[in-house]
């Protein structure tokens, strides 16, 4: 079992709908999560964080937490051309020290005119 | 404010040869991490380095090595290339060694012929 899944995608959404990433992790010591969004050939740009159970609200983005559930996704309202990119899910462990980040292998969000 | 800078942005090594990426924190961060990012995966953490010594490291073998200098700045080394070596190497940085929130640089393309 990968220590953080996602679907490797390509999720397609027309313009102006919601899309709907999703993420499990393994590791129940996880303590924080976060989002990262890469465009082709570019480097992770962190777009959202959320550390404890619930939502967490960012302009059009919405982090969703569920730690019983070892579940963690993303929602991006009003999705735009401009959002089409992967979207690398990443967890850590605080617990022990260091701040290593363990990614999934990514989602291919694709919006389309 | 620059943010993380790594050099060089593109490298063409053969196997067998040796070969070091650099790296410059964000302003007023004193903790590098280092990933390798192949085509179609998640980045993978090599290691971590605060104040000057490897804090953490991955499954990554000890052909993979690194430094931390006095200024906070980082390089990597990769000794006995294998085609397998060829990726996006990416620096990322953080005020802390427990703190959150990691800055990627734009990484470093790695091809190893």
Redesign the interface.
Same mark, same amino acid.
């Given at each position: 079992q990968k220590e953080?899944e996602q679907n490797s995608g390509p999720l397609s959404v027309p313009e102006g709908a919601i899309a709907s990433l999703n993420c499990t992790y393994s590791d129940r010591g996880s303590q924080?999560f976060?989002w990262?969004r890469q465009y082709s050939g570019?480097?992770?740009?962190?777009i959202m964080?959320i550390?404890s159970n619930g939502d967490k609200e960012d302009g059009r983005f919405t982090a969703q937490l569920n730690k019983a559930s070892q579940y963690v996704s993303l929602l991006i309202r009003d999705s735009q051309p401009s959002d089409s990119a992967t979207y690398?899910c990443?967890v &850590?462990r /605080?617990a022990g020290? !260091?701040? &290593?980040? /363990?990614?999934?292998? !990514?989602t291919q969000l694709k919006v389309e005119l | 404010d620059a943010g993380v800078t790594q050099s060089p942005t593109h490298l063409i090594k053969t196997r067998g040869q040796q070969v070091t990426l650099r790296c410059s924190p964000k302003s007023g961060h004193d903790t590098v991490s280092w990933y390798q990012q192949a085509l179609g995966q998640g980045p993978q953490f090599i290691f971590q380095y605060y104040e000057e010594e490897e804090r953490q490291r991955g499954n990554f073998p000890d052909r993979f090595s690194g430094h931390q200098f006095p200024n906070y700045s980082s390089e990597l080394n990769v000794n006995a290339l294998l085609l397998g070596d060829s990726a996006l190497y990416l620096c990322a940085s953080s005020p802390g060694l427990a703190k959150n929130i990691q800055y990627f640089g734009a990484g470093t393309r790695l091809s190893v012929l």
């Open positions: 953080v924080s976060f990262y570019k480097s992770p740009e962190l964080s550390y690398l990443a &850590k /605080t020290g !260091g701040n &290593k980040l /363990t990614f999934g292998t !990514g | -």
